[in-house]
């Protein structure tokens, strides 16, 4: 394989898929504005680089934007209303073939005080400290629960199975308390003095993480679902004000704006030959939320299939980063929101005459700045197929999603380039997406041309940054500043990747 072409290819790939310099998939379209809970905000796909793990495709599905660390009294719970899920197409067709479908409950204990001989309901989540076992939740008003059904085929019509804790067989999990803050985090004087505060929780939300048990799977795998650190990387209010920074210089230049944000992430750990067909080692993966339409309350999960069908409705579709937010028109993203990748035929012209390069030329035409010339036919193939040689299935229909080539092994986090194939890291995206690749400088780079002859894009070969670095092995303070300091760094090399989320209390934020 001619690898610098291929590279080349890939960052083509990169200008549809995720052409922007703006936040991703954080309230990208007006109804979903209406409804956080089901918003999706990033998916990430990619081989686990966790060591001992490269056997595994670590799923990641973030919900919920924009978390604030003082977000009380009722913090971030998810919708109990809604179905959120992980699809898997592993043979081309643009449907999915595996659904990873969590459904989450909240008990609420309602807590009440004896107050002068009445019974008063208390307004807080809790009353006392929690864990570090899961099941220490005494004084939690509401515990979050959760189970997850694996189906084949239709994600409503096809055989559902349930995926089960692979140590107690159980049939639900627990989610973990949102971090509060650290006085609600039980401890003892001795970890304490050992470990530090931001251990604390950690120690009580890894133990969150369940081994698992997949119907058809011959290997076990990991799931976790919990409140996570906010790992998109984006110098985001300069970029909404017309971009409003210097788009080509340096790099690190520019504070990570979600840096003081948390997030909600659903963490999947599947083995590579329970997602994959036959020899065919390319799968395509998205995810999606539906709120639930009827009012007759929960079935039973054995109950007639049809009423998945006839009873939600998507409010949420993400595969591919930022391809709601300035790819797709804005009369088109709750449509975009609500379809599936089997029609995204419809949505070919925001390809072949892709809108933000124009923008950019109008905000930095005054330096000489250039869009590509239209039509960007060669962006339609890449975007809707993937990659010749890399990340496209054969006999694939045309179709937007994550793509990622399996039998490319994973680096460590030490080893890898955040521009990924760009970067000449082929395990990076658009190889599947990783949490330390910069998908906005290289998407940047690649919607402006740098790939394209120069008569095609004059102004291609500028290096393109929001100014806003990410990699993996990166560090921010809350305040969105790179630091030395390891105890902020934004990602961790073990499952869930996605680090303990920030505390508010004790002031300073903690990492």
């Known amino acids: 394989m001619n690898y610098a072409k291929t590279a080349g290819v890939c960052a083509i790939a990169l200008a549809v898929a995720g052409a922007a310099v703006q936040a991703s998939s954080h309230r990208e379209a007006p109804g979903i504005t209406k409804s956080p809970k089901v918003d999706g905000t990033d998916f990430y796909m990619f081989r686990s680089y966790e060591a001992g793990r490269a056997g595994f495709v670590t799923l990641l599905a973030n919900y919920l934007p924009l978390q604030d660390v003082y977000g009380g009294p009722n913090f971030f719970e998810l919708d109990p209303d809604a179905i959120y899920e992980i699809h898997i197409d592993n043979d081309g067709d643009a449907r999915e073939d595996l659904t990873f479908q969590f459904h989450f409950t909240n008990t609420r204990k309602n807590i009440s005080l004896n107050i002068g001989g009445k019974t008063v309901a208390v307004p807080l989540v809790n009353v006392g400290r929690l864990g570090p076992d899961p099941r220490d939740t005494a004084a939690l008003n509401v515990i979050e629960s959760y189970t997850v059904d694996v189906i084949r085929g239709d994600r409503r019509f096809g055989r559902r199975q349930r995926i089960t804790n692979a140590e107690t067989g159980e049939r639900s999990f627990l989610k973990p308390a949102d971090r509060i803050g650290d006085k609600s985090i039980r401890d003892d004087a001795d970890m304490l003095a050992s470990v530090g505060p931001n251990?604390?929780?950690?120690?009580?939300?890894?133990?969150?993480?369940?081994?698992?048990?997949?119907?058809?799977?011959?290997?076990?795998?990991?799931?976790?679902?919990?409140?996570?650190?906010?790992?998109?990387?984006?110098?985001?209010?300069?970029?909404?004000?017309?971009?409003?920074?210097?788009?080509?210089?340096?790099?690190?230049?520019?504070?990570?704006?979600?840096?003081?944000?948390?997030?909600?992430?659903?963490?999947?750990?599947?083995?590579?030959?329970?997602?994959?067909?036959?020899?065919?080692?390319?799968?395509?993966?998205?995810?999606?939320?539906?709120?639930?339409?009827?009012?007759?309350?929960?079935?039973?999960?054995?109950?007639?299939?049809?009423?998945?069908?006839?009873?939600?409705?998507?409010?949420?579709?993400?595969?591919?980063?930022?391809?709601?937010?300035?790819?797709?028109?804005?009369?088109?993203?709750?449509?975009?929101?609500?379809?599936?990748?089997?029609?995204?035929?419809?949505?070919?012209?925001?390809?072949?005459?892709?809108?933000?390069?124009?923008?950019?030329?109008?905000?930095?035409?005054?330096?000489?700045?250039?869009?590509?010339?239209?039509?960007?036919?060669?962006?339609?193939?890449?975007?809707?197929?993937?990659?010749?040689?890399?990340?496209q299935p054969p006999h694939v229909v045309a179709s937007e999603m994550l793509r990622l080539n399996t039998s490319i092994p994973p680096k460590a986090a030490t080893d890898q380039n955040s521009l990924g194939v760009l970067g000449g890291d082929l395990a990076g995206f658009p190889n599947g997406r990783r949490p330390g690749d910069d998908i906005v400088d290289v998407s940047l780079r690649a919607v402006m041309g740098v790939l394209l002859p120069a008569a095609q894009a004059p102004t291609g070969q500028l290096p393109y940054t929001d100014g806003a670095l990410v990699t993996a092995t990166i560090a921010y303070t809350p305040d969105g500043a790179i630091t030395a300091d390891p105890a902020f760094r934004l990602f961790r090399d073990s499952f869930p990747y996605l680090q303990t989320p920030l505390s508010g209390s004790p002031n300073p934020t903690h990492p």
């Open 199 to 391: 251990d604390v929780y950690s120690r009580y939300a890894n133990n969150h993480i369940y081994p698992i048990r997949i119907p058809g799977c011959d290997d076990g795998g990991r799931v976790f679902v919990g409140q996570r650190r906010e790992g998109f990387v984006v110098n985001l209010a300069e970029t909404f004000d017309l971009v409003n920074t210097n788009p080509v210089g340096p790099r690190d230049g520019e504070k990570n704006d979600l840096a003081e944000k948390n997030i909600t992430t659903l963490a999947l750990e599947v083995p590579v030959g329970c997602l994959t067909r036959s020899q065919q080692p390319i799968i395509g993966g998205w995810t999606t939320a539906s709120l639930r339409t009827d009012d007759d309350g929960w079935r039973d999960r054995d109950d007639d299939d049809s009423w998945w069908r006839s009873n939600f409705k998507q409010a949420s579709r993400l595969g591919s980063p930022l391809v709601n937010e300035v790819v797709i028109g804005l009369k088109d993203k709750d449509r975009f929101n609500a379809s599936e990748p089997k029609d995204d035929a419809q949505f070919a012209t925001y390809v072949t005459n892709p809108t933000l390069p124009a923008l950019i030329e109008a905000l930095f035409g005054f330096a000489g700045v250039k869009a590509p010339t239209v039509p960007r036919t060669d962006l339609v193939q890449v975007f809707l197929t993937g990659v010749t040689g890399l990340t």
